[in-house]
């Protein structure tokens, strides 16, 4: 569970130890930050999408920091316990939409999920359309590395960092407010420790996925009112593997960025980031995540081991 009182023993504060632990997903995040600051610059509209939802996960940040000390709770952010942890979850992460969407696109064959349900963001109204645009604006989204960049890249990991990590973050502090605010008791509703957390989570999930569903008007490729129920279908199921199965930000990063790139094409993917010298280090980071699990393999059923006990099967 995402909440949690200072007693609990599991991701308690180590100072140091958490600085590490952040690093590869904070190493993410602010080169995705790059892309959202690059477009804003070229008067791209989705540049002030992206920057507005990556500006509201740090915004929940801070207000994390006020909850915690001022009601006296932890709220455990959702990040792996180690670099090799995120490498394995990283890498599933990609896997699992290759598995579903790519293979079965590449032989020509229909996919497990229907991959029109699962239309990125960055696609569509958030892209700015080819409507009246500027000049650079159109270059800027004809560009083969710069379209790879934003839409696998920085899309794949600011999505995930707001609506996956932030919205449910936000969604379990306005759960405890509502229980604090509606109930007859001075300590407001009580449903017992266990009661209440599930409460303020199950208030969490709701917000994340009408949240998600929401900004998703923004994607003029979603249409269909099935669309957007299988929109919320995905939010629960993402909360899921990462607040309960506990496969941190750094599955849903993988996921997220792996969906993007079918979305585009693998090839035309890896093709754009070959085109920039950038983009040889974006590969560079890829290249260095799949090494280190390889070198490291021998700590596989350790991390799997660890994942089973904390799932509590």
């Not at 449903?191 to 209440?196: E, M, R, T």
């Amino acid at each position: 569970m995402a909440l949690t009182s200072k007693d609990y023993e599991y991701g308690e504060s180590r100072n140091a130890e958490d600085i590490v632990r952040a690093f590869p997903s904070l190493i993410l995040l602010i080169i995705a930050l790059v892309g959202v600051v690059w477009l804003n610059f070229n008067n791209v509209p989705a540049g002030s999408i992206y920057l507005g939802l990556f500006l509201y996960g740090i915004a929940v940040l801070f207000l994390i920091m006020f909850f915690t000390k001022s009601t006296d709770k932890r709220y455990e952010i959702p990040i792996t316990i180690d670099i090799y942890t995120f490498n394995v979850f990283f890498i599933l992460g990609w896997l699992l939409p290759i598995i579903l969407f790519g293979i079965p696109k590449l032989f020509g064959a229909k996919s497990i999920v229907t991959a029109k349900y699962f239309v990125p963001l960055a696609f569509g109204g958030a892209s700015g359309g080819l409507g009246a645009q500027s000049f650079a604006v159109l270059s800027t989204l004809a560009d083969p590395f710069w379209r790879s960049f934003i839409i696998v890249f920085s899309a794949g990991t600011i999505e995930p960092f707001a609506v996956g990590f932030a919205s449910v973050a936000f969604g379990v502090i306005l759960g405890y407010t509502i229980r604090k605010l509606i109930g007859k008791l001075p300590q407001g509703l009580d449903f017992g420790k266990a009661g209440n957390k599930w409460f303020d989570f199950g208030i969490a999930m709701i917000y994340s996925i009408i949240f998600f569903i929401v900004i998703h008007k923004l994607n003029s490729s979603y249409i269909l009112l099935s669309m957007f129920i299988a929109a919320g279908i995905f939010r629960f199921l993402m909360n899921m593997c990462l607040y309960y199965i506990n496969l941190t930000l750094a599955f849903l990063f993988g996921f997220h960025q792996a969906n993007n790139a079918i979305a585009i094409g693998l090839g035309e993917t890896f093709k754009g980031f070959l085109s920039h010298p950038a983009g040889f280090l974006i590969l560079g980071f890829y290249a260095l995540i799949i090494i280190s699990f390889f070198v490291n393999i021998k700590k596989l059923p350790e991390v799997f081991k660890n994942l089973w006990k904390l799932i509590g099967l």
